[in-house]
C-alpha cells in the first residue's frame, strides 16, 4: 500500500472512529448508540396536542407545534435549547441547557436519563422529577431515505443516497468512474445519478435500492461525509481502483452496524460486488413499482 493510500485509510477511519461508526480496514464497533437527530414525539394520553421536540445535528433542540401536515415546513417553534449527548461515544442521558424554562424543560441546566431505546422510540426520566417519571417518545417520520448500490458495466460504479421530504428527491453519490484508461474516483455527475433515480433496462447496468429508517441513514450517511471530505480536499490518490470497493464495503457495514440488513461477499471488482449485492439481496431490492416517487410526510395527529 502506497504512502497516500496509508494517509487516506487512516483518516477515513478516524472519522468512522469519532462518529463511532464501522468502516473498512477499521477496528468494529459492534453496539449502536442512541440516534436522537430527527423529530420524537411525546407519546402521551393527556396533551390536547401533539408535543414534539426535533432535535438538530447543530446541538439545538426546538420544542415544536403542528401547524399543517408532517412536513418540518409546517411545524412553529416554541422554544430553543440547547443540548449535548453525554458521553458522547455511547450516550446515557441528553444534557440541557434553557435560558428560560417551558413546560418540558426547567430553566437553566436539566437532563434526561435515557432508560431504553430502538432506533424509533425513546424513553427517558427527567432529572427535575422528584418521581421519577418516565416518558416514551417515538420518532415522527418527515423524511424517507433509500441507499443505492450502482454500476454500469464497470465503467462507473458508486453508491448514492436518496432522501425524500415530499417536495422533490435530493440524492448525493460517489463513486468511481472511467476515464480513458483511468479510474476517477469523486462525486458523480448529475447524468448518472439520474440515471439510477429509476431502475434501467440496460443489460449493462446494475442496482440494488433498499429503504433506510432515519436512524440506518444518520449512520451510513456519516460514510458519504467522511469520504466525500477526502475528496474536497483532494488527498484521495488520482488512479485508484481500491477506493470504490473500499466505499462500497463501508456503506454496507454500516448498514449492518446494528445488525444483518444487507448480505455480503467476496469479489474481485467494485462493478461484480455490485451485481453480487443485487442477486443475494434481491428481495431487498425496492423496484419502481413500490417506489414512493410521490410521498407525502404522514400528518401528526392529535
Partial sequence: ????????????????AAAALLGAACAPVLACPVEVIGTWRLVSTSESQPMLVTFGADGWANVVTVTGGGR?????????????????????????QTRRGNDLFPA???????????????????????????????????????LTFATRDDAATFVMWTTLDGQKAAYEALGATKQGGATRFGRMPDELIQAFARE?????????????????????????EAWNALVSR?????????????LLDAAVQSVNRCGVKIRTTQTTSAGELVRALRKINDRRHVPDRVFPFRWKPPAVES
Avoid: N
Avoid at 7 to 15: D, K, L, Y
Avoid at 200 to 224: C, G, N, P, W
Avoid at 234 to 246: C, G, I, K, P, S
Fill in 1 to 16: 500500500m502506497d504512502a497516500r493510500r496509508r494517509v487516506t485509510r487512516s483518516i477515513v477511519c478516524a472519522h468512522y
Fill in 72 to 96: 418540518p415546513e409546517d411545524f412553529d417553534t416554541l422554544a430553543q435549547v440547547r443540548y449535548q449527548l453525554v458521553p458522547r461515544r455511547d450516550p446515557q442521558r441528553i444534557e440541557f
Fill in 108 to 146: 437553566g441546566g436539566s437532563s434526561w436519563q435515557i432508560t431504553s431505546y430502538t432506533d424509533e422510540s425513546l424513553t427517558s426520566r427527567r432529572s427535575d422529577s422528584a418521581a421519577g417519571d418516565q416518558s416514551l417518545w417515538t420518532r415522527v417520520q418527515t423524511h424517507r431515505y433509500f
Fill in 200 to 224: 434501467s433496462k440496460r443489460a449493462d447496468q446494475t442496482m440494488l435500492r433498499i429503504e433506510l429508517s432515519e436512524a440506518e441513514y444518520l449512520r451510513t450517511h456519516q460514510v458519504f
Fill in 234 to 246: 483532494d488527498v484521495l490518490a488520482t488512479d485508484d481502483r481500491d477506493q470504490a470497493a473500499e
